[in-house]
């Protein structure tokens, strides 16, 4: 039996697709490379190449492949495009998942793990984020990755995972794989154009936040845990498990100004930084509580040292300064 790979040629997709077959699974991605790369596709794996709004495409892979559990990342996820542009979230992502739900139940697939965000919980009245904090979403992305946990939880005979990351960062060690968006908005990898030579500077979104440095904390989380926590619930799910929803971070916040300097430290590079604005939007810090997957799924994030992280990102950038070459 294989497992299903929405958005197997993203850049959380990629990583996780890497971990399952390196674990030995059968692996089937569908991708439409509207922001995936077809450079970040494993040869492992069998690929389609098409949309999980089409419901046709979905009839076939199941047709087609004996699909145990599918693992679900095929959606648009930039905060700041969402409130440019609302509906397309919604038709995407909301709209993908109800096409691929129709499917699965069609075809009496009982599993998913599910991509979330941070960003369902919106506006933080405490910190570290717990599971069961309220949600709120204060964009349309993090409120249609909301709806999508919740038209999960309605379906019959499914069992669901949801992952809400925190900020994901690194690549794999080797450098083979790692984070390629055709418009960068995260942080990191802006950061580490600047030694790259693509930059002349870093704009640190406001220096005014209620934090120790005036800058914004956040949870930074290594995509190789990231990965390994998806395949982690997947035997949760195997097993048996209930469905449940598991935030991954690592616990600790770190300010932008943190993460310049870690930067520096690891390309041995001095950054030149700006003061701008702040962003609409951003919460003055995200941190989360993992403790419950640590427990339920008994994962154990490996990459806990920001230094470490930014290693593995500037090792893939460095070697891949423009990205995928497909
Ligand atoms: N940030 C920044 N300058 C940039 C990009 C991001 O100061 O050029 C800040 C941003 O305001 C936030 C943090 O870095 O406080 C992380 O932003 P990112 O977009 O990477 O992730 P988010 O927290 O929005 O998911």
Same mark, same amino acid.
């Given at each position: 039996m294989a497992i299903m790979v929405c958005g197997g040629a993203g850049y959380i997709g990629a990583h996780t697709v890497f971990e399952l077959i390196g674990r030995g699974e059968e692996v089937v991605i569908v991708d439409n490379l509207q922001t995936g790369h077809r450079g970040a596709l494993n040869p492992a794996a069998k690929f389609y190449e098409g949309d999980i709004r089409n419901a046709d495409i979905l009839e076939k892979i199941f047709s087609e492949n004996k699909i145990e559990a599918v693992i679900h990342f095929a959606a648009n996820s930039l905060v700041g495009e969402s409130v440019q542009n609302p509906l397309k979230y919604f038709n995407n992502n909301v709209g993908g998942m109800q096409i691929l739900l129709e499917a699965m139940t069609k075809f009496g697939v009982d599993k998913i793990v599910f991509s979330s965000?941070? +960003?369902? /919980?919106?506006?933080?009245?405490?910190?570290?984020?717990?599971?069961t904090d309220k949600t709120l979403p204060t964009n349309p992305y993090g409120e249609s990755k909301l709806i999508m946990e919740r038209m999960i939880r309605w379906v019959k005979n499914l069992r669901f995972v949801s992952l809400r990351y925190f900020n994901a960062a690194g690549a794999i060690e080797s450098g083979s794989i790692g984070e390629d968006h055709k418009c960068e908005t995260h942080l990191i990898p802006l950061i580490l154009q600047v030694p790259l030579g693509k930059r002349d500077h870093i704009t640190?979104?406001? +220096?005014? /936040?209620?934090t120790h440095d005036g800058t914004c904390l956040r949870d930074y989380i290594h995509v190789v845990d990231l990965a390994d926590a998806h395949i982690l619930a997947l035997n949760y799910l195997r097993n048996g498990g209930d469905s449940e929803i598991f935030n991954l971070g690592n616990g600790r916040g770190f300010s932008v100004k943190e993460i310049i300097s870690a930067a520096e430290k690891v390309t041995g590079q001095k950054i030149k930084t700006e003061i701008g604005e702040r962003r609409a939007g951003d919460p003055a810090k995200l941190i989360a509580s993992s403790d419950k997957a640590k427990k339920i799924l008994h994962w154990t994030p490996r990459f806990s040292e920001v230094e470490k992280i930014i290693a593995t990102a500037w090792n893939w950038h460095k070697n891949n300064p423009d990205g995928y070459k497909e």
């Open positions: 965000t941070a +960003a369902v /919980y919106g506006e933080p009245e405490k910190i570290p984020i717990v599971e640190i979104f406001g +220096a005014d /936040y209620p």
